[in-house]
């Protein structure tokens, strides 16, 4: 299977409502967006296709409050380590004025 399908059935454990990139606007919290944002690139020097590649994900958690944000992203990555993904940092918490709702976001390391 690939990193996506694999990352999306691995959310889902922890929220059932995951999606890449963005959300419907009428979906209900919480729930969980991600998107690749990058990652390093191996180059062999004999010019072959590498056999991993690696991936930074960007995961936001989307709640009505603080504390369901954080708590959620807390499991996000305490699911996340066995993937095996590396968190590069701790949670990032926020407010979304606009959409009048509490996020976390954490980045996430990964080979595959």
């Known amino acids: 299977m690939s990193m996506e399908s694999d990352l999306f059935t691995l959310l889902k454990t ?5 999606f890449p990139d963005i959300a419907p606007t009428s979906t209900a919290k919480p729930y969980i967006t991600w998107q690749q944002i990058g990652g390093a ?4 020097l004999d010019n072959s296709v590498p056999g991993k590649r690696n ?3 960007q995961i936001n958690v989307w709640s ?8 959620l992203m807390n499991q996000v990555e305490d699911a996340m380590r066995p993937f095996p993904a590396r968190p590069q940092s701790a949670l990032f918490a926020d ?6 709702t509490y ?5 996430f390391e990964l080979w595959r």
């Open 95 to 100: 407010y979304d004025h606009d959409m009048l």
């Open 41 to 44: 690139v191996l180059n062999p």
């Open 103 to 107: 996020s976390a976001q954490q980045d």
């Open 64 to 71: 009505a409050t603080r504390a369901e944000a954080n708590a």
């Open 55 to 57: 991936a930074v994900i």
């Open 14 to 18: 922890v929220c059932p409502r995951v």
